[in-house]
């Protein structure tokens, strides 16, 4: 699939130009640097704060981590769980859903009241965003399994157990990658969320001073850092989904001859 | 000679929700199958026979009648049977020779003794090649003698195929049949086998049972007399085709008459 090297291309060009024009738009206009700086201004900025975004980052990885992590897990468990008994599904799965439309603005300031200013309430803030789609992924993974397959594993005599950890659980690995990649990407954002209203540390933190100083050039520099951080925890779960999932899209290349 | 499996006056009606849509699917079915013996069932597509299949498995109940193996009940009750389906049906996360070991373990094997088997057969039907590839390399023949050897080594007496050929082209299905006879003439396992093709279940089988259309019963049993072994070359043999025109005139729609 010569698709893969080609497809970074195109976006890389259309960034470029996008650059390309906001820095001749700035020196056009001539605009203040507070409301919109030039990219190689940002690009300077970042380099001499290189050492304050190394440090807010490091804290912003660590949370997003964790948080991840944990979500991730509690969502395998949840889906795992709601497949294998039924009641349980029919009974949790709306209140799942219902959970989801529980507004974060509203949640993070109620966390820390109750839990206080450490990380705890991060933790927890970033667990409640990341579990859902991985639930949901790997739940339809889990009941989405082949016809064919299950009823030749029930012919053969296969236990209830068998079924599940021996055709539904890998059957579902490509559904469950699928939700750690958006995962991904919401426990960054949730992250730097939870930084913003409770945190000492991360670049939620560092956006959120650097907005009151109006340093604008500053907030963009995070900003990039964050999406950096996002694309590279999103390179490293399709590493491993490339490396885990037989018969993903990447391992496909050699297809079908018959 | 014991009969392995026992089926007597087996019958299956599919009710639906509303109760108002019967669906007779089997009709007073009996027939068995000896140790050692090949049998084919052959009908008219739609006619139960995948459905008789999930009965002997175990995946259904029947309305009436009763299935036994080895003169024990097994209606209901799943393990069995060894079983080969229309699709391949490998798991394509596991390699050839998992996907052998999955079905043996499932069947009671243990893990070491599973694998040794595999490898053992893999090399001696000559797919040792492809014991580490996973399935979707395969061609659709490949992977049927995959899952006929799979079915094969597994312990149960009574192997089920299920019109495992019908999905391939006609020249790897002769091949498959050339090879399928030569693979069981060595080994005699109890086979109950399914199938569309008259010249295929002349040239595999001890015993020829014919079916109607839905719902299904036995219209007639034909003894087919070839000596074994057997090799394509029958295809040509008048007797053969005597028993295929016999076969075909049967199974014509009451309606071409
Ligand atoms: N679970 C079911 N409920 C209702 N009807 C069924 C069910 N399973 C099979 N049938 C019906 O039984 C008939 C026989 O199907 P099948 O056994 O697959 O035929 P064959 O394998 O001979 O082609 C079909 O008409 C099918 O619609
Ligand atoms: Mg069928």
């Known amino acids: 699939m010569g698709s893969k090297r080609t497809g970074l291309l195109p976006p890389v060009i259309v960034l470029a130009a996008v650059l390309l024009l906001w820095q001749a738009a700035v020196w056009l206009l001539n605009t203040d640097a507070y409301i919109l700086p030039s990219p190689t201004a940002i690009a300077k900025q970042a380099y001499d704060s290189a050492p304050q975004l190394a440090h807010h980052m490091r804290s912003t990885l660590v949370m997003t981590l964790i948080g991840f992590v944990v979500g991730a897990s509690l969502g395998f468990l949840i889906a795992a769980l709601l497949h294998v008994i039924p009641w349980v599904k029919s009974g949790f799965y709306p209140l799942l859903v219902l959970s989801q439309n529980v507004p974060i603005m509203a949640l993070g300031p109620l966390l820390v009241l109750w839990f206080g200013f450490g990380m705890l309430p991060r933790v927890i803030l970033i667990t409640l965003v990341t579990f859902f789609p991985v639930a949901v992924a790997m739940m339809t993974g889990l009941s989405k399994s082949d016809g064919g397959l299950y009823n030749y594993m029930r012919m053969i005599g296969a236990t209830q157990s068998q079924l599940f950890w021996r055709m539904e659980l890998p059957g579902s690995m490509p559904h469950l990658f699928s939700g750690l990649k958006i995962a991904a990407s919401y426990s960054v954002i949730s992250a730097i969320y939870a930084e913003s209203i409770g945190s000492d540390s991360g670049l939620g933190y560092f956006i959120l001073l650097a907005q009151h100083g109006f340093e604008t050039a500053k907030v963009f520099a995070a900003i990039a850092v964050i999406v950096l951080l996002s694309l590279a925890l999103f390179g490293v779960i399709a590493l491993a989904e490339r490396m885990f999932v037989r018969g993903s899209a990447s391992s496909r290349r050699e297809g079908k001859q018959s | ?257």
């Not at chain 2, 373990?105 to 893990?111: D, L, M, N, R, V």
């Open chain 2, 1 to 257: 000679m014991s009969a392995v499996l026992e089926v007597s006056h087996l019958t299956k009606i599919f009710k639906n929700d509303r109760k108002t849509h019967e669906k007779s699917v089997l009709d007073d079915i009996s027939f068995h199958v000896d140790e050692g013996e090949f049998v084919t069932l052959i009908g008219p597509s739609g006619s139960g026979k995948t459905t008789l299949f999930h009965l002997i498995g175990g995946l259904e109940l029947p309305t009436s009648g009763d299935i036994s193996i080895h003169g024990v009940s097994t209606v209901g009750s799943r393990g069995h049977i060894a079983y080969m389906p229309q699709q391949a049906s490998l798991m394509p996360w596991l390699t050839i020779e998992a996907n052998i070991v999955l079905s043996l373990t499932i069947a009671g094997i243990g893990q070491r003794e599973a694998r040794e088997l595999a490898r053992e057969w893999l090399g001696r039907v000559g797919l040792e090649g492809v014991a580490d590839s996973y399935p979707d390399v395969l061609s659709g023949g490949m992977q049927q003698r995959v899952s006929f050897l799979r079915a094969l080594l597994s312990p149960q007496k009574l192997m089920c195929l299920d019109e495992p050929f019908s999905a391939l082209d006609a020249l790897t299905r002769q091949h498959m049949q050339a090879w399928l006879l030569s693979l069981w003439e060595s080994n005699r396992r109890s086979v109950l086998f399914v199938t569309h093709s008259i010249e295929e279940a002349l040239l595999l089988s001890d015993r020829i049972l014919v079916l109607s259309a839905a719902p299904a019963a036995i219209v007639r049993e034909v003894r087919v007399p070839f000596a074994r072994p057997r090799s394509e070359t029958l295809w040509g043999d008048p007797a053969f085709i005597g028993l295929k025109q016999e076969l075909y005139e049967m199974l014509r729609p009451a309606s071409a008459l």
